[in-house]
């Protein structure tokens, strides 16, 4: 079987903490491919359109590394944020691997 598996570096679950709104959160997910296949990431989708998400183009070769990469717009989303990416690669498991982050944006001080 072409399958693989993942391993995330940090956590896959992040809390990145206070942000004013309008600023805009960059995270990043560090991974290995700790399997024996090329890992190949088909698709990151986030959980909303406020979130943008990069992925790799090529696959990761055994014992690589790489990054999901994503933008958080906190434009108009004050409160406590959690989001979620959903990468969806040739992972044994499952093919759904989530990623969640937490963010609190404060409202605008004028």
Known sequence: SQF??????????????KITEGQKLEVSFR?????NKPLVIQRV???CRCTIAEQPNEPIAPGGEGRI??????????GINHKTLYVYANTKASR???LHFAVEVEKKKW
Do not use: C, L, Y
């Open 31 to 35: 991974f290995k491919n700790n399997g």
């Open 69 to 78: 990469k994503a933008s958080f717009n906190s434009e108009g989303h004050v």
């Open 96 to 98: 759904n691997n989530e």
């Open 4 to 17: 693989t598996s993942i391993q995330w570096m940090d956590s896959a679950s992040r809390d990145f903490g």
């Open 45 to 47: 989708q986030p959980s």
